[in-house]
């Protein structure tokens, strides 16, 4: 201690440099020194397979969502609705890019997020079930739908699909497996935000319809 008080007097218009940090070793054993990196890489959780499965799976569960938006310009009958869908593709694909970069960032495989794979079943590439994802027919019903039909259904299929991405999100954060890596809880924190206020926004116009002459 004195002698590192000594170095810092004596210099000038340097910074003394800070003491080394010391990984302490077993009882009886001298400390290791850390480097740099390694000091930087102290108490930073690092992601796991529950992590990189969430992220793939959220990509897929993400497309699907933008296979339901492709359908509304055709066949809503509600402006409101069109301008929704509209916002929700934008902050989908903002979502499934993030995503992805996440994703590449680290050397793992990326998912095919065109909306083919999102337009059947209701698993992810693990093969395991996605919750709020529809099925094949659920799908055949909602583009078979038109005007307030569409509406409707649209809302009450999204509603689901999107309260299925906070279950995902959920599991991740409180299943003790992932949700850790900074970057990740980030990400998973604002899928949760945005997803918790588009549908707040969905079940408001779908009150709205139900409550319009023709109801």
Same mark, same amino acid.
């Given at each position: 201690?004195?002698?590192?008080?000594?170095?810092?007097?004596?210099? *000038?218009?340097?910074?003394?440099?800070? /003491?080394?940090?010391?990984?302490?070793? !077993?009882?009886?054993?001298? #400390?290791? /020194? +850390?480097?740099?990196?390694?000091?930087?890489?102290?108490?930073? /959780?690092?992601?796991?397979?529950?992590?990189?499965?969430?992220?793939?799976?959220?990509?897929?569960?993400?497309?699907?969502?933008?296979?339901?938006?492709?359908?509304?310009? &055709?066949?809503? #009958?509600?402006?409101? +609705? *069109?301008?929704?869908?509209?916002?929700? &593709?934008?902050?989908?694909? &903002?979502?499934?890019?993030?995503?992805?970069?996440?994703?590449?960032?680290? #050397? @793992?495989?990326? !998912?095919?997020?065109?909306?083919?794979?999102?337009?059947?079943?209701?698993?992810?590439?693990?093969?395991? %079930?996605? !919750?709020?994802?529809?099925?094949?027919?659920?799908?055949?019903?909602?583009?078979?739908?038109?005007?307030?039909?569409?509406?409707?259904?649209?809302?009450?299929?999204?509603?689901?699909?999107?309260? #299925? =991405? +906070?279950?995902?999100?959920?599991?991740?954060?409180?299943?003790? @497996?992932?949700?850790?890596?900074?970057?990740?809880?980030?990400?998973?924190?604002?899928?949760? *935000?945005?997803?918790?206020? @588009?549908?707040?926004?969905?079940?408001? +116009?779908? =009150? @709205?319809?139900?409550? %319009? /002459?023709? *109801?």
């Amino acid at each position: 201690m004195l002698a590192v008080g000594v170095a810092a007097g004596c210099t *000038s218009d340097d910074e003394a440099d800070p /003491p080394p940090v010391v990984q302490l070793g !077993p009882p009886g054993e001298t #400390g290791t /020194p +850390l480097t740099d990196d390694e000091v930087t890489g102290l108490d930073q /959780p690092q992601y796991t397979d529950a992590d990189v499965a969430f992220v793939q799976g959220m990509i897929q569960h993400h497309a699907q969502a933008l296979v339901m938006t492709d359908l509304v310009a &055709d066949r809503a #009958g509600s402006d409101d +609705l *069109s301008l929704m869908a509209e916002r929700m &593709d934008v902050s989908q694909r &903002d979502e499934i890019a993030q995503l992805e970069e996440w994703l590449e960032n680290r #050397g @793992e495989d990326v !998912p095919d997020a065109s909306g083919e794979h999102g337009q059947h079943g209701q698993h992810g590439e693990d093969g395991q %079930s996605m !919750p709020g994802m529809l099925t094949d027919d659920d799908l055949a019903r909602l583009e078979a739908a038109t005007g307030r039909d569409f509406d409707e259904l649209f809302l009450l299929y999204m509603i689901r699909h999107h309260e #299925g =991405a +906070l279950v995902m999100v959920g599991e991740l954060l409180s299943g003790g @497996e992932g949700g850790q890596e900074s970057a990740l809880f980030q990400l998973a924190q604002h899928i949760d *935000s945005d997803q918790s206020i @588009e549908i707040a926004r969905m079940k408001s +116009l779908l =009150a @709205e319809i139900a409550a %319009s /002459p023709g *109801s």
